[in-house]
Nanobody, 117 residues
Framework: QLHLVESGGGLVQPGGSLNLSCTLSGTYFGLYTLGWYRQAPEKQRELLATTTGGGSATYADAVKGRFTISTEDAKNTLYLQMNSLKPLDTAVYYC???????????WGQGTQVTVAS
């Protein structure tokens, strides 16, 4: 069982940066693939980035080169550094933990990111 809590969302101007955090309670290293998703109004939830730890990462084309996913295992924390933000990045952002050997998946409650001038 994992509990995920996001933080770090807010209002930022176009071209600005935000760093989202997701604190995980429970054992996840080596058992779960961690990821970030977002959902804009009236749109489907969209996968942005995943990591299995150790510096490995995959990115959606929409955020490649602008967003960076990382973990700090000593703090049980997943991050999403977002640079060069655009109004189209406005959405609720969710962290996710997907078990590597079963269908079990956990979600955070979401954090709102709004990019506007």
């Amino acid at each position: 069982q994992l509990h995920l809590v996001e933080s770090g969302g807010g209002l930022v101007q176009p071209g600005g940066s935000l760093n989202l955090s997701c604190t995980l309670s429970g054992t996840y290293f080596g058992l779960y693939t961690l990821g970030w998703y977002r959902q804009a109004p009236e749109k489907q939830r969209e996968l942005l980035a995943t990591t299995t730890g150790g510096g490995s990462a995959t990115y959606a084309d929409a955020v490649k080169g602008r967003f960076t996913i990382s973990t700090e295992d000593a703090k049980n924390t997943l991050y999403l550094q977002m640079n060069s933000l655009k109004p189209l990045d406005t959405a609720v952002y969710y962290c996710n933990a997907k078990h590597n050997y079963s269908p079990v998946t956990f979600w955070g409650q979401g954090t709102q990111v709004t990019v506007a001038s």
